[in-house]
């Protein structure tokens, strides 16, 4: 499982031009399902996001974790980061999850953060979306399981 977080000072999903999750600061979470994943993925990624440090102490150092600040999660489904880009010009996708098992696991993902953290927002899942933020740093972090 993938996530592309990025540390945003505010972040919002739109789908037909309506908005269906908004954060101020926080972390907007790109998560990308690949064929292989399971619930126990899901699990680890969400504990990394949570106690990943990327917000700024008194110091000015990254020291602090979403779970030390309390900031929103915007958790957003994209399955284009489970994609093959080692060979020619276009993406294969045979390594991303089929899209049902897909939904499953980024609806665990979803319930199990909302049990975890006090704001979570979430994109719809398998829609076109559109996602505004605003970058802060630019930080931004690749994180597997």
């Known amino acids: 499982m993938i996530a592309l977080i990025q540390r945003v000072r505010s972040a919002s999903v739109e789908v ?29 990624l969400l504990d990394k996001m949570l ?3 990327v917000f700024a102490d008194d110091a000015q150092r990254m020291n602090r974790s979403l779970r030390d600040t309390g900031g929103g999660l915007l958790l957003v489904s994209q399955f284009t980061l489970a994609a093959d880009t080692k060979k020619g010009t276009r993406p294969s996708f045979s390594s ?8 499953a696991l980024f609806e665990h993902l979803v319930g199990r953060a909302r049990t975890q953290h006090p704001v979570v927002e979430t ?5 076109d979306m559109q996602v505004t933020l605003v970058n802060d740093g630019p930080v931004t972090f690749w994180l597997e399981t």
């Open 16 to 44: 037909d031009q309506q908005i269906v999750g908004r954060i101020d600061a926080g972390l907007l979470a790109l998560i990308g399902i690949q064929k292989d994943d399971d619930y126990e993925h899901a699990e680890r």
């Open 51 to 53: 106690a990943y440090r």
């Open 96 to 103: 991303a999850a089929a899209p049902d098992r897909a939904l």
């Open 123 to 127: 994109g719809r899942f398998g829609a």
